[in-house]
């Protein structure tokens, strides 16, 4: 007889009726979202999509979505996770009922994305301004403005959808564009400002299509960055895009709202007195790495007096970076010596060539957003409508937000978690487990003290019942 060894033990598995509940950690969210005032702001703004008597108010069922989704939920069934602790959840709606309010919300998908739009507006403003010092808008000024990043990603469908269509990747589904506000490295991992619903054969490069999610993301900004007649404060915002964004027309709505930007630029093809210029680092100086400590064998210049820009916005400067090319990268006529040379544009009021180099790549960190936000809700559409499926996307974008200014405004400056990405956050908080008693009428969640994050989890609904109590007492920064 062979005695196998385990790689696990077996335990028995047995039912009960005791309040355990599987995903307690999202309590955290529920906590959060109740007390910014979301259910009457939602009241407000969306009551027109429910029946006047009906229990389940649009904040229940919006919050309970965007919690939902935060924890890793795909498709409104998947609502069973708090349906089945109404002790820590309460009445959860059910998939009917979601189901007639996007239906209601579709049928007039003007008002509700007006609706999702002011929303948004005020709990930013809420939330911005109780950061305190942290406050984006506060920290925004004309040489180091708010960052918007606006980039298109793709969305495949496994169905017939509404405006689905074929892309360029030779797949099939949406392409949205996404507009998100750049924290800073290592101040936060930014939050989305709109997440526009494209066809899939939509082009990134569309001009009116950046010109419109530019208008729903600048339509969210908080109050602290428009002045006391209301007017946006432009000089105090940068829109950072790759080459999709650097058409004229484009550049030129920028330049129009007073806007600086900064873009990579596809280069012409070059002469050869191009080709001996770049080749020559006698006038580039080094570049600079996100911390400000110099990249090895990595330069820049302004290119500005030797490639000529026509037609483009006055002030708009060229900028150049040789960096190594790549393992298995292949060279193009501009990598003569080994260097990928690459560009972009901007009318940034600071001329540090270096310092506009590393925040320009400081771009990259968008794709980070958009992925969380496709694994948040945005990467799978469950309906068939398409303004329904845009409705998904703004709660998409919302539960992305919980968790952005969960970090902003709960955890001091530094905090370790406060660049955790939305996995973590599922892995090690939202998946918590708990179990509900009753103690002298009031009841009690308990969860484990060996718990991962147990102690996290306290300071979490600590934080939030402090800002509570601020809110309550009118008390709105720190």
């Known amino acids: 007889m062979i005695n196998t060894t385990r790689v696990f033990p077996s335990v028995p598995v047995s039912l009960s009726g005791q309040l355990l509940v599987s995903h307690a950690g999202l309590n955290v969210l ?112 004309r040489l180091d403005p708010l960052m918007i990043d606006i980039d298109a990603t793709l969305v495949a469908v496994h169905s017939e959808k509404e405006h689905s269509a074929g892309t360029y990747k030779g797949g099939y589904g949406f392409a949205p564009m996404v507009a998100s506000i750049d ?102 100086e080094p570049a600079l790495d996100q911390h400000g400590n110099q990249r090895h064998d990595a330069w820049v210049i302004d290119a500005t007096k030797v490639i000529e820009l026509k037609d483009y916005p006055s002030g708009t400067r060229l900028y150049l970076r040789a960096e190594p090319l790549h393992p298995g990268a292949k060279a193009s006529l501009f990598d003569v010596d080994g260097h990928r040379v690459t560009a972009f544009l901007t009318n940034a009021p600071r001329f540090n060539v270096a310092f506009l180099d590393a925040r320009h790549r400081a771009r990259a960190r968008c794709e980070n957003r958009i992925k969380t936000l496709k694994n948040t809700g945005l990467g799978k559409l469950p309906f068939n409508a398409f303004a329904a499926n845009q409705l998904w996307a703004h709660l998409a974008v919302l539960a992305v937000n919980l968790v952005s200014w969960v970090q902003l405004v709960v955890f001091p400056a530094g905090h370790v978690a406060g660049v955790w990405d939305m996995k973590r956050w599922r892995y090690r908080v939202f998946s918590i487990a708990g179990k509900l008693i009753s103690s002298a009428r009031q009841k009690r969640l308990l969860i484990p003290q060996s718990a991962p994050e147990a102690s996290l989890f306290t300071e979490l609904l600590e934080g939030t019942t402090r800002l509570r109590q601020r809110w309550r007492q009118g008390r709105h920064a720190t």
């Open 30 to 141: 529920s906590s959060f979202v109740d007390a910014t005032g979301f259910g009457a702001l939602c009241e407000d703004r969306f009551s027109q999509f429910v029946p006047e008597r009906a229990v389940h108010r649009p904040g229940r069922i919006l919050g309970s979505l965007a919690v939902m989704l935060a924890g890793g939920g795909e498709h409104v069934s998947d609502l069973d996770v708090l349906r089945n602790s109404p002790g820590l959840f309460g009445q959860v709606p059910s998939n009917a009922t979601v189901s007639r309010f996007v239906e209601r919300a579709a049928d007039q998908p003007e008002a509700f994305d007006h609706g999702f739009t002011t929303l948004s507006r005020r709990l930013r403003s809420r939330i911005w301004e109780a950061a305190g010092t942290r406050n984006p808008a506060a920290l925004a000024t």
């Open 183 to 284: 924290y800073g490295k290592e101040n936060g991992t930014g939050e989305i400002l709109a997440a526009m619903l494209r066809p899939g054969n939509k082009t990134a490069n569309n001009a009116n299509d950046h010109i419109t999610v530019l208008a729903e993301a600048l339509a969210q900004l908080p109050d602290t960055l428009h002045d006391e007649h209301g007017n946006l404060d432009t000089e105090r915002i940068l829109v950072r895009t790759d080459s999709a964004g650097a058409s004229r027309e484009f550049l030129h709505h920028l330049h129009s709202l007073g806007l600086q930007f900064s873009t990579s630029f596809a280069l012409p093809v070059p002469n050869e007195r191009f080709i001996h210029w770049i080749n020559d680092k006698e006038h580039w």
